[in-house]
């Protein structure tokens, strides 16, 4: 009986030293019971941006054949997941993507999925016309929270619309946010820095550039034979130019602080002065060399014959055409130093 009382005790102990056993392992988050929920709670913390170092990556939405790089592929690796559809796109996260030089990080081109490419770094894409990310005739893209650095160009946009483009970093590039051919675009709360071009929209319509911090850049926002487009409470600081709007019609510029926007070509001395020392040096050339070969015309066939008449018109010509660029060049200048500062 007393062998039976003790082996009863020692059973509900126990029990009891189990029971507190797993009361800790689980206010600790060790969930051994259900590896699948463990999993789930996991997913929900992000890893950091170099959790997948990649090489290059190209997404072609129309690519056919076998091995195509098509959403399906993209689906089927660690990095992609979603369907593609507004309720639940395509999510590319978390990836560090090294260019190499010679391509640009990530394409996607030919797409009108929905996706969002976030929580990323691309760089070293430095090549010309390379880009950290580049979208290629593309609809339905939300790129958010990635940064760009060192790359020719950090986000590369061509002939798109109706994607988002914000909260971005995009520093130390060629140029920063490049746009071309694009319409209904909105970028939106990016920090655009030490670049030449922050954002540039080359024959865009009716896209919304907003809320972006733009800094150290030599131009900050540059719009060349863009319409209708929206420029609104952006914050430049220490760019050589806030904006310029080159053969562009109908943009509109609110809440953009003290920025003032130059209707036409910024001030650029080095390429004024080059060219008019290219031209003078290119008449004064031809002028001495006509006069050489009359000169020596003259001489070879013993004609007696002064050719001063026509020395004096053609030096005269030359001496005219000299005087009128420099006052091209005096003019030109005059009007870029009426440019505020």
């Known amino acids: 009986?007393?062998?039976?009382?003790?082996?009863?005790?020692?059973?509900?102990?126990?029990?009891?030293?189990?029971?507190?056993?797993?009361?800790?392992?689980?206010?600790?988050?060790?969930?051994?019971?259900?590896?699948v929920i463990k999993n789930e709670v996991s997913t929900l913390n992000l890893h950091p941006s170099a959790f997948w170092n990649l090489s290059s990556i190209e997404i072609d939405g129309t690519a056919i054949g076998v091995g195509a790089h098509t959403w399906t592929w993209a689906e089927s690796q660690p990095w992609c997941s979603g369907s593609g559809i507004l309720a639940d796109p395509y999510i590319i996260e978390n990836v560090t993507i090294q260019g190499n030089g010679f391509s640009s990080c990530i394409t996607i081109k030919?797409?009108?999925?929905?996706?969002?490419?976030?929580?990323?770094?691309?760089?070293?894409?430095?090549?010309?016309?390379?880009?950290?990310?580049?979208?290629?005739?593309?609809?339905?893209?939300?790129?958010?929270?990635n940064t760009c650095y060192d790359n020719y160009l950090g986000i590369k946009v061509l002939n798109s619309k109706d994607n988002l483009l914000e909260g971005n970093v995009i520093k130390d590039n060629n140029d920063g946010i490049f746009i071309d051919f694009c319409e209904k675009n909105i970028v939106s709360d990016n920090i655009v820095d030490n670049n030449r071009w922050g954002i540039y929209l080359g024959y865009c319509i009716n896209n919304i550039v907003k809320n972006n911090s733009l800094i150290n850049n030599l131009y900050g926002i540059y719009l060349f034979r863009s319409i209708f487009n929206n420029i609104t409470g952006n914050d430049f600081s220490n760019n050589d130019r806030c904006v310029v709007d080159l053969e562009g019609e109908g943009n509109v510029y609110e809440n953009n602080g003290d920025c003032i926007v130059y209707y036409g070509e910024p001030f650029d001395p080095f390429f004024l002065i080059l060219s008019t020392t290219i031209s003078i040096s290119l008449i004064s050339i031809a002028c001495i060399t006509f006069l050489m070969v009359r000169t020596n015309y003259f001489k070879k066939r013993n004609i007696d014959r002064s050719p001063k008449r026509v020395n004096l018109i053609v030096i005269s010509a030359s001496a005219i055409a000299i005087i009128i660029i420099l006052l091209i060049f005096l003019t030109e200048i005059l009007r870029l130093l009426s440019y505020p500062l």
């Open 110 to 145: 030919n797409s009108n999925s929905y996706f969002t490419l976030t929580n990323s770094t691309f760089y070293d894409a430095v090549d010309i016309s390379y880009a950290g990310i580049e979208l290629n005739n593309v609809s339905n893209a939300y790129i958010t929270n």
């Open 1 to 35: 009986m007393r062998d039976y009382s003790k082996n009863l005790i020692v059973f509900f102990i126990t029990i009891l030293s189990c029971s507190q056993i797993a009361t800790v392992l689980i206010s600790h988050d060790f969930l051994l019971v259900n590896p």
